[in-house]
Each structure stands twice: as structure tokens, then as C-alpha cells.
């Protein structure tokens, strides 16, 4: 072979040809991800801090400001709504109190605000912490202090207003030039505290130090605080503390927040032909927007030096890559090259010309793995088919006795058993709530579980059948319920472990020959019919599960036709109590689990056509009753559902409770011969009967069984003055059994008997 065209030459150019795609390609996506993401991080990074600078703005001033306002406002002891007064003006103590409270407000938030004032519009009066009492407050040389926010107010539809900062003399009298001024903010509301600033008969004014809100931006954004604005929706400065050139410079870049409708943004722009970034965020309490510009070269220069620290490193990982391909090249090559050596030892000569030692290798092992891999495949694809195939041959009868030979052939079973029985895995409950790709792996482990358990004398063979249960086949030397008790044991313990629920199990009877397999696997079959109504068993068996197949027995219809009964009067208590009495009958009597699934699904379909009759929608019953695991969730489920239709149907009957009571009424006076008992009239107008008797004793301030009683007796009182009907014959009329008691009510209602009565009319 020729050393260029050698297996460790290979190895050594394929190695650093990985090496050097994957270094490269690294340094590529490096170079292009972390650079574009470093510097969208930075940006990401300089807006949280301008959020957090905004919010802390927001809640360290501006909140802060509004809450001073609503402090005074609600303070009962500063008679705040009476300083409008005219009379409350000249009273010079109670003005000179007010005062004091504002000074002291001022002074308990000294690094905030600089003065408070109350300007009262109709009088034109002004009270300030700082400048006393003042008439014609919005007149003179001195009014300039403060006829900024005035006039707002004057114009102002809404209720308060922020200005923006302004320089304010410390003294507002002196005409003398220069001096030293205050930068200030006002914030300006009305009182009462709804009304507009036109209308309001006091204005609050607070003067807030622009000092305080530099502070924060400087504090919080030092390497943004010269390219950091504060303005108002008009566009005005409200924080000002930069040169004028400087200001309107940013002018055109701040025009697009205040044209943006969003809380908060990031954009590039140029300012002077310099490439900036320009973010803002919205302050919620005052509709300011802090607008900061960043020069583009803040984000970039540390991109490039990101990207400088990567090429470095990828030159470093090419270096170490040329190394460790030099040293994995040859550890590699020298077990094949020992492989070789096998080979030719082997064969004498390499078996056909070979290019290098991967060709020779190859040769010499493909003619053995051409032999073996079809049938190997073939065995290992089909067996598991093979398996189920052949347990289901044995488990029905319609197979014969040479394929079930051939089906225990196939199972490995080479010896005969003295006996075999089958047992069946309901593992509904737990599946129920798994994927189906999770549930194919908890049944193959717990079906290697079961062939892996070894007893004397004994063989185990479970499938999985169609139905998601398992079937246990047990060959054994004698029948023994101790070895199926064992057996329950054990899948009941892996059950648990596995779905983490319990699983239920069904004996088959014991079979002397393997043919009859299938006696076996019917009676489990029957046996496991039981499962849904006895979940608590975890073992079914015993002839005394088999003789309810035979049973004739039936549940009594005077049962159902209760249920219907108490179903149209909605009677809840009555319905739980029917459906338990159901549901104990099922669980306890000796009726077939056929014959029982049909009174269950034929009380859900009763109850099914009355919800569609009164025009409630519950959904599908049916298919929610077929979802249930067994008959104790169906009457968890049942009762439920009854439950929510009466509270519903009460709820809903409670809008309709006037129509019920006439409808009820009119039933009465129509039937009075009837029954008229609370539940029977109370079904014919689709109302409990609980919920009937209150809207007798709510709306017409008498029970039920009084408004009955009077309906009688006026009827009959009226017979008794019309008609020659015998007073026997009026107590049939109006409901009465017996006369004497028809006499007795009519006595109570009246003072007089029927004949006294007739008397009476007679001799008038």
C-alpha cells in the first residue's frame, strides 16, 4: 500500500479537516451571534436602566407629589375646601393654621418640594407656604411665579396638570436683576378632587425641586445624564438642564416618541451626522417620556472587542486541534493496524486487492455478516408477532389441536404440564391517563416481569392482548390456588410500582390440557365483566361472581320509575339516595353485569331526554358515562351532574319566579278536585317542590298549604250559595275525602259549619 493512501494518513487528514470546518464554522457563527448579541444585550441593558431611572422617577417624585396632594386633600383637621370661603380669608388665625400645616408638609419633604400654595380662582386668592397670604395673586411682578400653571388650570378640561421646569426667583418681590433662581416643576390640582381646573373652587399647586429629579436621572444613568431629556406630550423641555444648542439638536429625534403611541421604545437615528440611539420610556403618572441618546459607538466598540477576543480563540482551538489530531490519528490507528495483522495471519493473503487496511477489513468481514444478518433480522422482527399470535391461538376456541401445538412449539413449551390456567390483567385504570408510547413501556416491562419469575415445576407466558389487558398463561404440575395467589401478589405489587395504581385481576379455571385454555380464558373473561362493579377487589374469582351470570333476578322498576319521578320534581336529596340504592343493588345483589350496564345506561338516557326537554345542555352523557372506570366514579359522576342541573335549574327558575306562581295558581284553581300536594304541583310547573313553597311564603306572605286551603273553601262557599250540591258532594269537589274534615277546615275558615252556613242564606 502507498504510505499517502494509508489508514492513518486518513485518519490524520480527516482530522484536521474537522478541526479546521468546525473551528471555522464556530469563529463564523461566534463572530456573527455573540457580536449581534452582545450588542443587542447592551442596548437591552441601557433601556432596563432607563425603565428602572423612569420608574424610579415615577415613584420616588412624581407618585410621591400626588400623594402630598391627596394627603391634604383628605386631612379632616385642615379645612382645606373652606379656605374659598370669603369669610374663612380674613380670619387671620384660621389662615395662619392653614399655613403652618402647609409649611409643615413642606418641611416634612424638604428634598422634594420647594413650596405648596392654595389659590382660590373666584377670589383670586393665594396661600403659599413660602410667600404667605396673597390678593390678586395673579397680579404684578410677582404673579410671573405662577401664572404659568393659573392659566393651565384656567384652561385646563381636566383635572390637574404638571409644568414644565422654569426658573423661579428665592425672591419673587425684588425687581433687581440677577440674583439666585430656582429651577421648578409644578404640579397643579383641583379641589374638589373630580373637578376640572375651570371649574374647581380651589387649586393645590405643589412645587416640586427640579433638583430632585436630575439627581435621580444623574445618580442612576452618570455616562447618559448629558444626553438624558425629560418632556412633556406638547414637546416642551421639562427637564431642561442641558444648553439650548444641545436641545434643539435632539429636537427632531424627540418628535418621534412624542408622536408614538407606545409606553416605551428603542430607535437609531442621526444627530449631526453622528449615529445615536435613541430610547424613552413613558412616566404613567405625569404622561412625561424620558428620552435618552446614546451615540452608537457606546454599543459597537464592545462588539469589536467581543469579536477580536473570539478570532483569538479560534486561532488558539486550531492550534490545539492540529495537536490532538496528530495524537488521536495514531492511538486509532494502532488497533487497526494489530486488526490487520489478525487477518492476513488468518487468511494467508488479504482476500481480494485492497486499496488500504479499511478495504481489507471490510472484505474480510463481510462474507460472514452477508450470511447471518437476513435471518437474524428476520427472527428478531417476527418474533414478538410470532409470541402474540401464538398465545392468541391458545386463548380461542376456534383454533385446533395441531395449532395449538404448534403455538406452544413456538412459545418454547417442550414439556407437557399436568395443568394450565389463564389469568387476566384489567389495566384500564391506569392507561386511561398515559401516552400511548408510555403505556407500550409499562406493559413490556411488567410482562418481562411475570415470564421472568421462576417456580418449580411451573412456566409463565404473558401478551398483551388487543384490549390493552394482559394474559397470564400458567403452566403448572398441579392446580394450585396458592401458586395464583402468589401470582396475584406479585402483579399486584409491580402494578402499583409501575402505573402507580392498581391493577385488577381475573382466575380462570384450571384445564388439564392445554387445548382447553380457552374454558379457561372465558370464565376470566366473565369474571373480569365484575371489575367495573366491584373496583375495590383487586382479585376476581369464586363461582359466586359465575352464578349471577345465570341470574334472572331484575331491580325492582319501582325504583327507576322513582327516579323519574323525583328526576321532574328535582328533588336532589331523593335522587342521591336513588342512585346510591342503585348503585348498592348493582354492587351486592346476584344481577348479571350485562343486564346491569343496561339499567345504567338506560337511567342515563332517561335522564338525558329530560335535561333535553326542560332545554338544558350538560353534553354528551352518554359518552361521559362511557368514560367512567367503574360504577363507583359513575355515581360520583351522576350525582354531580344531578346536582349541577338542579342548582342550575333553581338558579335559573329563580327569573321566572312571578310566571311560576301564577302557573302554579292557575293549576290550582283548575284541579282543585286534584291532588294538589306540594311535589305534584310543583312538577307540573317544573319547579322543586322546596323552592315552590318559598315563593308562596315570599310572594304572597302565606304557605303553600294555606293558599290551597283557601282557594277550597272559597270554591266551596260558593256551591254551597249557587248550586243544591249535597255537602258531601262539595268536599268531593274541592279535594276533601271525607266530609267530616271538609266540615272541620270550612268551620276554621269561616266560625260555621256548611249547614249552618246554608241555614243562614235561607233565612236571610
Excluded at 432607563?50 to 407618585?63: P, Y
Excluded at 400626588?66 to 388665625?93: C, G, V
Excluded at 340504592?581 to 348493582?586: F, T
Excluded at 360520583?636 to 302554579?664: C, H, M, P, Q, Y
Aim: hydrophobic share 40%; glycine share 6%; charged share 20%.
Amino acid at each position: 500500500m502507498k504510505k499517502w493512501n494509508s489508514a492513518f494518513t486518513g485518519l490524520a487528514i480527516s482530522y484536521l479537516s474537522v478541526v479546521l470546518v468546525i473551528v471555522l464554522l464556530l469563529c463564523s457563527v461566534f463572530s456573527v451571534y455573540f457580536s449581534g448579541h452582545y450588542k443587542e444585550e447592551l442596548r437591552r441593558s441601557n433601556r432596563l436602566v432607563l425603565e428602572n431611572t423612569a420608574r424610579t422617577i415615577d415613584t420616588s417624585v412624581l407618585q410621591r407629589v400626588q400623594q402630598i396632594y391627596l394627603e391634604l386633600s383628605l386631612d379632616r383637621t385642615s379645612a382645606l375646601r373652606l379656605f374659598s370661603d370669603p369669610t374663612f380669608q380674613h380670619n387671620l388665625s384660621k389662615v395662619s393654621g392653614l399655613q403652618n400645616l402647609l409649611k409643615t408638609e413642606v418641611a416634612g419633604n424638604s428634598d422634594l418640594i420647594q413650596a405648596v400654595h392654595l389659590y382660590a380662582p373666584q377670589q383670586q386668592v393665594m396661600l403659599s407656604s413660602l410667600y404667605g397670604l396673597r390678593y390678586q395673586a395673579d397680579q404684578g411682578d410677582s404673579a410671573a411665579a405662577f401664572m404659568d400653571w393659573i392659566r393651565g388650570m384656567r384652561n385646563n378640561s381636566g383635572s390637574s396638570l404638571w409644568t414644565p421646569a422654569r426658573e423661579v426667583p428665592e425672591d419673587i418681590y425684588s425687581s433687581v436683576p440677577g440674583g439666585k433662581h430656582n429651577t421648578l416643576i409644578t404640579y397643579a390640582h383641583s379641589y374638589p378632587f373630580q373637578s376640572s381646573g375651570a371649574e374647581s373652587d380651589l387649586i393645590v399647586a405643589i412645587d416640586v425641586k427640579q433638583s430632585a429629579v436630575s439627581a435621580i436621572i444623574q445618580n442612576m444613568m452618570p455616562s447618559q445624564y448629558e444626553g438624558t431629556f425629560i418632556v412633556d406630550p406638547n414637546g416642551l423641555m421639562v427637564i431642561p438642564d442641558t444648553s439650548s444648542d444641545q436641545v434643539s439638536s435632539y429636537s427632531a429625534s424627540i418628535s418621534v416618541p412624542l408622536e408614538s403611541a407606545a409606553e416605551a421604545g428603542s430607535f437609531d437615528s442621526k444627530l449631526g451626522g453622528t449615529p445615536y440611539v435613541i430610547s424613552y420610556q413613558t412616566l404613567p403618572a405625569a404622561g412625561w417620556k424620558i428620552v435618552s441618546a446614546v451615540p452608537a459607538s457606546f454599543f459597537y466598540a464592545p462588539s469589536n472587542g467581543m469579536q477580536q477576543l473570539i478570532a483569538g480563540l479560534c486561532l488558539l482551538a486550531i492550534l490545539l486541534g492540529l495537536f490532538m489530531s496528530g495524537i488521536l490519528a495514531k492511538a486509532n490507528y494502532t488497533p487497526i493496524k494489530r486488526l490487520v495483522g489478525r487477518i492476513r495471519d488468518l487468511y494467508g493473503h488479504a482476500p481480494e486487492p485492497a486499496t488500504n487496511e479499511y478495504r481489507l477489513i471490510h472484505t474480510a468481514f463481510t462474507r460472514l455478516s452477508e450470511q447471518v444478518s437476513s435471518l437474524e433480522e428476520s427472527l428478531q422482527a417476527s418474533a414478538p408477532v410470532l409470541k402474540h399470535n401464538a398465545v392468541l391461538s391458545l386463548l380461542h376456541m376456534s383454533s385446533g389441536r395441531e395449532e395449538k401445538a404448534e403455538a406452544l412449539q413456538c412459545l418454547g413449551i417442550s414439556r407437557a404440564y399436568n395443568h394450565y390456567c389463564c389469568l387476566l390483567v384489567n389495566t384500564e385504570r391506569a392507561w386511561s391517563h398515559m401516552s400511548s408510547a408510555h403505556t407500550q413501556n409499562m406493559m413490556s416491562t411488567i410482562i418481562g416481569a411475570l415470564e421472568a419469575v421462576r417456580l418449580p415445576e411451573c412456566r409463565i407466558i404473558a401478551e398483551e392482548l388487543p384490549d390493552k389487558r394482559i394474559a397470564v398463561i400458567v403452566c403448572a404440575g398441579s392446580a394450585s390456588d396458592s401458586l395464583l395467589d402468589q401470582l396475584s401478589q406479585l402483579i399486584s405489587r409491580e402494578g402499583r410500582q409501575l402505573f402507580q395504581s392498581e391493577v385488577q385481576l381475573a382466575w380462570g379455571c384450571w384445564v388439564q390440557e392445554a387445548a382447553g385454555l380457552h374454558n379457561s380464558y372465558s370464565e376470566a373473561q366473565l369474571l373480569m365483566k365484575y371489575a367495573y362493579f366491584l373496583p375495590e377487589q383487586s382479585v376476581l374469582k369464586g363461582s359466586s361472581l359465575l352464578e349471577r351470570e345465570s341470574s334472572l333476578d331484575e331491580i325492582p322498576q319501582a325504583l327507576l320509575v322513582k327516579f323519574k319521578d323525583k328526576l321532574q320534581s328535582r328533588q336532589l336529596d331523593e335522587l342521591a339516595a336513588i342512585v346510591a340504592q342503585l348503585v348498592s343493588a348493582m354492587r351486592e345483589e346476584l344481577y348479571p353485569a350485562d343486564y346491569c350496564h343496561f339499567i345504567l345506561g338506560n337511567t342515563v338516557f332517561v335522564y338525558s331526554d329530560y335535561l333535553k326537554s326542560v332545554r338544558y345542555k350538560p353534553g354528551d352523557l352518554y359518552q361521559q358515562y362511557i368514560g367512567m372506570p367503574d360504577i363507583l366514579s359513575f355515581q360520583s359522576w351522576l350525582t354531580g351532574s344531578l346536582t349541577d342541573f338542579v342548582n342550575e335549574t333553581d338558579k335559573r327558575n329563580s327569573d321566572r319566579a312571578v310566571s311560576a306562581i301564577e302557573a302554579a295558581k292557575q293549576y290550582i284553581s283548575e284541579h282543585l278536585a286534584g291532588d294538589l300536594s306540594l311535589d305534584a304541583v310543583s312538577s307540573k310547573v317544573y319547579i322543586s317542590p322546596k323552592y315552590l313553597s318559598r315563593l308562596f311564603k315570599e310572594e304572597l306572605g302565606i304557605t303553600y298549604t294555606d293558599y290551597v286551603t283557601a282557594r277550597r273553601m272559597e270554591h266551596a262557599k260558593a256551591l254551597l250559595e249557587k248550586s243544591s250540591m249535597t255537602v258531601e258532594q262539595i268536599a268531593g269537589s274541592v279535594g276533601y275525602g271525607t266530609a267530616a274534615y271538609f266540615i272541620k277546615r270550612f268551620k276554621e275558615m269561616y266560625g260555621c259549619t256548611p249547614g249552618n252556613y246554608l241555614r243562614t242564606l235561607n233565612e236571610g
